[in-house]
């Protein structure tokens, strides 16, 4: 079973590497076909170690091991009070890490080009997965199978880790914690199911209901509810089929439904609590979209005003209705090169304008999806033979799904770019951050880290849309994740490139600072009026479907019209590998304005279905002459 193999994937290789440290990866690895169904002696033997020659390798383990779980660790760092242990110094910098893309900013017409500051130096664990929850806290977690993190769970509260040789071998790092965005302080939670590129979306109530993962949690179901103690409730036997880089999508009924993952050529729904599902929907598409090293995974899926799912995988997307279980529509291709992961592009649907529609029975709003940068279907197979890394994308595309016969309208961005986020802002404009210009997704797979963002405004002319950032100063590859708060600003965190925690001798240190990136909306000068929402106005009820929503709010320094006016309300979305599912905006309609001096009481129009806004807690926006308020929780139902 020497010599290379097609199949070879970059997070492979590197567990490969982590669990064999001494030996040569050529002897062990007996990569798998993705397309054989697998039974359930792979499933927990997914490297056939335990079966195959390994070809005299001795120091193979009879099972998957996760790295550094004992109980007692010499040498290791003192935890503080609050259970973080100190960043470990890292040396001087890679040649590599400076090798960066800052792009100029345009400063000429004295406008705003953003600010970043640092919130916490070290949030314990690096967020590979991000979600802002309704308590106003952020939820970061990476996965059990890198190992030890800098937060320690309390010795009392350790979880039994079902990989290691020893029964009862207990791994005492915490892999999730709540994030308070607004002090850094973090709260270690724990997880017993490896999350390890799993999926996420909230349920009506505002709970994370997370799903998928590698090993143990690939089947696995985790809820967590909005508090200061809650901590993570599983259901590791939940799914007929593994899920690991799956995608999950809110549907209009409340539930979830959740799509591929490595070899699971399929979808099904999240089952109720305790419940698990005998079998899955097959979904061939995902099966053709798989080349020889997939390019296919964490498919992009929006859900459609009219109830239906665009599904994106590769290069082709499908119209999916799912409830008769029917590919209605097949999407021309994109051409140019692959957009999922590995070859990881940004994409989002974008904002959804109800303001056309009239309140009963209006025309559904156009869903017009976009998709940016990505990598060359080769990109992970000459990455894997060398050092030589391929250049990503750079041309990013529209399709307006409303037009039967649509195609694809291409521009280019200022720069390539693969493993990027793409935020939707409360104003309607997108925001590009994150990545890489060369390389894809995989460990130590990409070069060039892309500092600038950039903003992009759907509404302008082609060739006017794209406008760069201030850059960062930190370099975000594999792995890291961007959230929109409350506040308007921009969380962004994590970034590791690295099998496990490493701080030195790498090219990139595995990245636990976490920083907020201000738009320029929201720069001192430009946002001395910010509106500002009366929140004890806001009725506690929250929103109901095709309903009058009033509140008010208030301007501190001068008045504003209807006209300068606009209310728009976000779905927080579950992030990681460059995507945000479930992201969405809408921009709700103004039944009635009346301003009394500088203070106004506004009346709009709720979505009239859940097609538009599934159930569950939003985030709403006032906009005057472009800048955003601070948000209200918003239930709606
Ligand atoms: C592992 O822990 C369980 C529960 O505490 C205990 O019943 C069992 O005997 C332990 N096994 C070993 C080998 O220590
Ligand atoms: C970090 O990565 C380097 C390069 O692969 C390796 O030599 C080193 O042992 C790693 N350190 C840790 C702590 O894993």
Redesign the pocket.
Known sequence: MAGSSSLLRAAVFAMALLLLRASSVDAFFDPFSIFRARTEGEIFDPFGVGSTSNGGADDVPEKPEVAQTEVEEKGAARPNTMGLTRVPHSGAPSKASTETTVLRVNTRDDKADGAWTIVSDNSGVSAMHLAIMRHGRAIMFDTVTTGRSLMRLRFDNCR?DPRAK???TTDCWAHAVEFDYNNGAVRPLKILTDTWCSAGGFDAEGNLVQSGGYFEGDKAVRYLSPCDTCDWVEHPRSFADGRWYATQQVLPDGRFAVFGGRRSFSYEFVPKPGLFNHQSVPLPFLRDTTDDVENNLYPFVNLLPDGSLFIFANDRGIILDHKAELVIREIPQLPGGARSYPASAMSALLPLDLRGGKLHGGADPEPEVIICGGAPTTSFKVGENGDKLMVALRDCARINLANQDARWTTEDMPVARVMGDMLILPTGDLLLLNGANRGCAGWGFAKGPVLSPLLYSPGQPQGSRFRPLVASTIARLYHSTAALLPDATVLVAGGNTNAGYNFSGVDFPTEVRVERFTPPYLERHVAVNRPEIYMRSVPKDGMRYGSRFPFRFRTPVAAVVEADVMVTMYAPPFTTHGYSMHQRLLILAIASFVADGWSYAVTVDAPGKPELAPPGYYLVFVVAKGVPSEAAWVKIQ
């Open positions: 039994v020893k029964p009862n």
